[in-house]
Nanobody
């Protein structure tokens, strides 16, 4: 049985940092491409960053230099380090893992950036 569990969201002031975690069980984690998506109120879900199985990363322009995606092979966990957070980063953040037709989502974590 596959389980994907996110943690680490919350409220932070502008300029602050948060780290999201997404732990997977029941899959061969190393084979999967990893993604973080977010959905702000009234907006469509968008992909924020991706990490392929060979280590290549991509970021949307608005988070480049502030967000970092990574993975821990030993712990079957992926991370999103978010620094210099802005109010416009406020959204529900979802982790996503994909390998071919296999696709798994985390439950979503609220991130609120506000003073």
């Amino acid at each position: 049985q596959v389980q994907v569990v996110e943690s680490g969201g919350g409220l932070v002031q502008p300029g602050g940092s948060l780290r999201l975690s997404c732990a997977a069980a029941g899959i061969n984690f190393d084979q999967y491409a990893l993604h973080w998506y977010r959905q702000a109120p009234g907006k469509q879900r968008e992909v924020v960053t991706s990490l392929t199985s060979d280590g290549s990363t991509t970021y949307i322009t608005s988070v480049k230099g502030r967000f970092t995606i990574s993975r821990d092979h030993m712990k079957n966990t992926m991370f999103l380090q978010m620094d210099s957070l802005k109010p416009e980063d406020t959204a529900v953040y979802y982790c996503h893992m994909r390998w071919g037709i296999l696709s798994y989502w985390g439950q979503g974590m609220q991130v609120t950036v506000s003073s």
